[in-house]
């Protein structure tokens, strides 16, 4: 059971740069989220999913996409990546309790 | 002002010792409450989950929230190096099940359990 997967685990981008952030889970969880993670920020909730097909906005999406085409897959995209993008980013599925990622390192030079 | 407060640490303590990790919030409107462990370079992963005011316990830790004061805490007993970790309060309106359920996170105490 592999639980969620996030591909890849590191990344460096130069500014203006595009990327995908892939997000899969194998638990059936209707809702999926992307976090990310900064010092002395915590964990700010970028966009989220309740279900194929759907998306909203979190906490804080300027600068990013997100598709949900199928149940287990959550897509995170920056089209033009900037320095301000530098972090961790996590993504998570539930039902109940909600498990996390391993993490995606993005720095974006 | 953020609507989670939490002491970024780094807290160190020796072995056995009692841990006790803090977050105040300002939002009424919070009713359920988590604790979340995260060890360096992984993501985060639940310890305790916790409704309205009062006590829990499972095994070394327990959470206890009081809505009164807005405060919540988790005391790890008998602490031991692999306690070593992160540990991010995180609270939310609504129960965990129902969709479009979010949570507001702290920043995190970064705790360090020394033999």
């Not at chain 1, 639980?3 to 595009?18: A, D």
């Not at chain 1, 906490?59 to 961790?88: H, M």
């Amino acid at each position: 059971n592999a639980g969620v997967t996030q591909t890849p685990k590191f990344r460096v981008l130069k500014t203006g740069q595009s990327m995908t952030l892939l997000c899969a889970q194998d638990m059936n969880h209707e809702y999926m989220y992307w976090y990310r993670q900064d010092p002395g920020m915590g964990l700010r909730l970028i966009h989220y999913s309740v279900g194929e097909g759907t998306t909203a906005k979190g906490e804080v999406p300027d600068g990013y996409n997100v598709s949900r085409l199928k149940k287990q897959n959550f897509l995170l995209g920056l089209e033009s990546a900037a320095p301000s993008q530098t972090s961790v980013y996590f993504c998570a599925s539930r039902t109940q309790e909600t498990f996390f990622g391993q993490g995606t390192r993005l720095t974006v030079v | 002002q953020k609507e989670v407060e939490q002491d970024p640490g780094p807290l160190s303590v020796p072995e056995g010792a009692i841990v006790s990790l803090n977050c105040t919030y300002s939002n009424s409107a919070f009713q359920y409450f988590m604790w979340y462990r995260q060890y360096s370079r992984k993501g985060p992963e639940l310890l305790m989950y916790t409704y309205s005011s009062g006590n829990k316990e499972d095994g070394r830790f327990t959470a206890q929230v009081d809505k009164s004061s807005k405060y919540i805490s988790l005391f790890i007993r008998d602490s031991q190096p692999s306690d070593s970790a992160t540990y991010l309060c995180a609270m939310s309106g609504r129960p965990l099940t129902g969709g479009g359920n979010k949570l507001t996170f702290g920043t995190g105490t970064q705790l360090k359990v020394e033999l």
